[in-house]
């Protein structure tokens, strides 16, 4: 095809501008994770019969109660995907009135619309949700009631739709003053945002939802800490202690925050049940996210999908409205964006899980070096398994869409290579 008539259905066809973004979005996405991927992400693992570290029954156990929150987590995104779908295409006589009605004030129109957005989405998704909680109980993984469970979901739908209104006028403002290049603004934006939350979220909001004890210097898990990160050249900032067993009997450990509010985070339910060379492997390896800087790291991968990815929002949303769109930058086209984004989401979400999962490797291959210990790094998958009920081997699709770290036997088997000599 001649370049100048290529040219020509591109300026004339919404849906060939479409499928050029989003195939220039997988190529540069996947770009981004082959060029942020770690240099090194430990050794091939072996295959593992999980069936000799799990019984059969505790095996059963968890597939099975992970296959019923699969399915919860699905249809509640299915349910948010009909709802924003409904408020995008609605027609006059609908909710869409309400949006058009928004439209007399742009700016607070805008933050309004976002707000609502968000809280239909949330809401429309609260039965299965109340669902997977109590799924939770039931098998012992859950010890939140469900009036403090309801608490946390307010907290959370109350601070979603804050971030909502804030993202819908702000994007809204840049769409309505730049109507075709408002992606630029947009991008430095998004990522700002992303950037602001890394830093400030350990601060601003994780204590709305639990209670931080700061291990003071002279305390001997502290000590540990300290040591284990001297070992891999870290310097171990702030190390605290979070009261997860308020709501779950889960194992885990994660660290948050950039510069100043950078911290490594225990859950209680880690420090009081398991062993200390389990503790070592889980510390290790959350001081490898540090040596790693896989904090900047996502950040950095966000910086380089994100002009694309809203470039593609851009022409999704236009032909999100149904025979009659709302004008772009209006409250009305809110659902719309909102919904546009949502599906180039899960689309960058594949290659970003692609990162997480090469990212989560390289740093149990630090922990394996730090500690010398592989068989600590076993019994640690092994107690999670049971403990936080995961399913060691989930359906590849599963894995795509969802999986941000390798599975258990994955795990198992890396550790088994590097313990037969494979670094």
Do not use: C
């Amino acid at each position: 095809m001649p370049l100048i008539g290529a040219r020509d259905i591109l300026r004339r066809s919404p849906a060939a501008r479409a499928g050029l973004f989003a195939a220039a979005l997988v190529v540069v996405a996947e770009g981004a994770v082959f060029v942020l991927s770690p240099a090194a992400t430990g050794p091939e693992p072996l295959a593992v019969e999980i069936g000799r570290y799990l019984p059969a029954d505790e095996l059963a156990r968890a597939v099975d109660y992970r296959d019923g929150q699969r399915i919860l987590l699905l249809a509640g995104l299915g349910a948010q995907a009909l709802a924003l779908g409904a408020l995008a295409v609605g027609h006059p006589g609908s909710a869409r009135a309400l949006f058009d009605r928004l439209g007399r004030h742009p700016v607070l129109g805008a933050a309004s619309a976002g707000a609502i957005v968000v809280a239909v989405a949330e809401l429309v998704a609260l039965p299965t949700g109340v669902w997977a909680h109590e799924r939770a109980v039931d098998v012992g993984l859950s010890t939140q009631s469900l009036g403090a469970w309801f608490g946390d979901q307010g907290k959370g739908l109350a601070i979603a739709a804050a971030i909502g209104a804030a993202g819908a006028a702000a994007l809204s403002a840049l769409i309505r003053r730049y109507p075709r290049g408002w992606w630029i603004g947009g991008s430095v934006v998004v990522v700002g945002y992303g950037a602001a939350m890394s830093l400030l979220a350990p601060v601003l909001i994780a204590p709305l939802f639990n209670s931080f004890e700061k291990l003071p210097e002279a305390s001997q898990l502290r000590q540990r800490v300290v040591e284990l990160g001297a070992r891999g050249d870290v310097e171990v900032g702030e190390v605290s202690r979070v009261d997860a067993s308020r709501r779950s009997t889960a194992l885990n450990a994660y660290v948050a925050g950039i510069g100043p509010t950078k911290r490594v985070v225990l859950y209680d339910t880690l420090i009081d049940d398991t062993k200390p060379a389990e503790l070592d492997s889980v510390v290790a390896h959350e001081l490898g996210h540090v040596a790693h800087s896989d904090i900047p790291r996502g950040i950095l991968f966000a910086a380089l999908v994100t002009p694309l990815g809203l470039l593609l929002v851009r022409e999704l949303a236009n032909g999100l409205g149904g025979r009659a769109p709302a004008a772009p930058g209006t409250p009305a086209a809110v659902p719309g964006l909102f919904l546009a984004i949502a599906l180039v989401g899960v689309a960058v979400g594949v290659a970003a899980n692609q990162l997480s999962r090469q990212v989560e490797a390289s740093a149990d291959a630090f922990a394996l070096k730090v500690t010398g210990d592989p068989q600590a790094l076993i019994d640690l998958q092994v107690r999670l398994a049971t403990t936080n009920l995961s399913d060691p081997d989930p359906p590849a699709i599963i894995r795509l869409l969802f999986g941000t770290h390798p599975t258990t036997e994955e795990r198992i088997g890396a550790a088994l290579a590097w313990k037969a000599g494979s670094r």
